[in-house]
């Protein structure tokens, strides 16, 4: 599935189904590099809104780009998609409602998945093509790539099988070959979510100073640790998914005093603080931590 091109300049438009545009500039080289990438996306369906383009930029670089920077290969397919009930606890036309992501999102089996420790991380899409080579009403869109964030769990899914949502589906075929296609192959790698937006929190109904549950949202990068503490202790104490992939629940040091800050890290070992963050013990309340993961990924999400 790798490209054999000679030296070449290519200029594509991309029309996505929904009616929105991409120019993208590529400069290949016979030895399979690609020196230069201009991209311009525009979110498919949602060029007049007001939300994050998360498209922009994402290939600009001034390192020598591989096609091996997609390690992974395997097979898509779409399922109708589930917007408000994934087993990662978004609620997608809420959480991410200023993103493309409200439509981009995909659901992995159990080692990508990883317990929803992997939920919300990005998933960068290239090089799509017909599974079935003689599935010649298949028609996909070249040059196209697209990024998905981890929303849900597919159990009947390998590690070489992600189940994306209807749009980013549409994406990468011509317009109405979806169902046609049904099934593709593509290379696919993990990535920073690039959203421009601070981590958010909610909390879990019926928090309070004798038990605390806690959802992240809108992070860049997978989360490996969460911590909180009380206003005016000097200790952390752990939250982890142990009632489910969709929340947190803090392990110790109860009670709690507001406001609580809190510590996250991410999967390359970074971390940030917000400090007396939560200020409320309201159940499904919500929390701007007026932090972000920065960076690209580099640790290894399936570790």
Known sequence: MKPTVSVIVIVITLIASLGAAADLVIENHPDGKVDRIESRFVPFG?????????????FETGDTINWGDFPYSGKLTYYGGNPAGGACGY????????????????AAGADVFKDGNNCGMAIEITNAERYDPNNHSCLTRPNTTIR???????????????????VPMEALVE???????????????????????????????????????????????PIRQVELRSSGSADWYEALKNQGPSFY???????????????????????????????????????????????ELTGDPLQ
């Open 249 to 295: 629940t803090l392990t110790g040091g109860y009670p709690l005093t507001l406001p609580l800050s809190i510590r996250l890290t991410d999967v390359n070992n970074n971390q940030v603080v917000a400090t007396d963050v939560i200020t409320s013990f309201d159940s499904e309340a919500y929390f701007d931590t007026g932090v972000q993961f920065s960076g």
């Open 46 to 58: 949602r060029e007049n809104s007001s939300e994050i383009p998360i498209f922009s930029d994402d």
């Open 175 to 221: 317009p109405g070959l979806a169902g046609t296609c049904g099934i593709l192959s593509a290379d696919w790698r993990f990535a920073s979510a690039r959203l421009t937006s601070n981590i958010q929190i909610q909390s879990k109904s019926g928090v309070s100073a004798y038990w605390y549950g806690l959802r992240p949202f809108s992070h860049n990068l």
């Open 91 to 106: 609620n997608m036309p809420v959480d991410y409602a200023s993103t493309s992501y409200v439509d981009y999102y995909v």
């Open 148 to 166: 998905v964030i981890l929303a849900d769990r597919c159990p009947e899914c390998p590690n070489d099988h992600l189940d994306l949502a209807p």
